[in-house]
């Protein structure tokens, strides 16, 4: 079997930097979303992922779809979890679609406008199922219920797969993960925590960002 013809277009920047931004923020915090992405794709950072779980995030997701200053930073919407989501985040100019769950008709719409899918999925036969039913990539969630070596172990027999671990997923174990044979890793509170929120804390993210995206360049080699 080889890889799933979906396209991929557009996300050479998230395999280039391996680190993908998720971003799921309190209405209080929802405000920040700009300077929270340009801090992010400052420290080298490939692509962000808004959660829908975020208010206002549709419109978020336009808005900085057009921003021009972000062009080496793909934007895309996570928490997808309906066909018809998947087709509003979609028109609002998201360039990847992320859920946590395997959802077929979510994968369908997603092909069907020429937009990679990251469906979740967690036990091999999950994983399996997803890439055969045509996601580009496969989001393993929750990855903090497991360890970079099940990700090797998956590989082995089946090393066409392209996997992102996500949730668990820390600067302390980012490298591990890709040595243990992911495509990226989704970082989501180790990255984007309340702490880091906020117009003073902007190089403090960058710098937080810079150091994922080196630690999956050092374990990369």
Not at 32 to 47: E, P, Q, T
Not at 88 to 102: E, H, K, M, Q, T
Not at 162 to 187: F, H, K, M, T
Not at 198 to 204: Q, V, Y
């Amino acid at each position: 079997m080889t890889q799933p013809s979906t396209t991929l277009n557009g996300l050479a920047p998230l395999f280039a930097s391996g680190v993908l931004a998720v971003v799921r923020l309190s209405e209080a915090a929802a405000g920040g979303l700009r300077a929270i992405a340009h801090a992010l794709a400052a420290g080298g950072v490939g692509a962000v992922e808004v959660t829908l779980t975020t208010p206002g995030a549709i419109d978020a997701i336009g808005d900085l779809a057009e921003d021009e200053s972000l062009a080496g930073c793909v934007i895309g919407a996570g928490t997808v979890l309906d066909p018809s989501a998947a087709r509003y985040v979609i028109d609002a100019g998201a360039r990847f679609v992320v859920s946590p769950v395997l959802h077929r008709a979510v994968l369908d719409t997603c092909r069907e406008r020429d937009v990679p899918c990251i469906p979740g999925a967690f036990s091999p036969t999950e994983i399996f199922n997803a890439c055969r039913a045509g996601a580009p990539l496969v989001k393993v969630f929750p990855a903090g219920a497991l360890a970079p070596g099940f990700l090797r172990d998956l590989l082995a027999p089946l090393p066409f797969l392209r996997l992102v671990p996500s949730g668990g997923v820390s600067l302390e174990n980012a490298g591990d993960w890709i040595r243990g044979g992911a495509a990226a890793v989704s970082v989501g509170g180790a990255l984007v925590s309340p702490d880091m929120l906020g117009p003073d804390r902007a190089a403090d993210l960058t710098a937080r960002a810079r150091a994922f995206v080196t630690r999956v360049k050092d374990a990369r080699g």
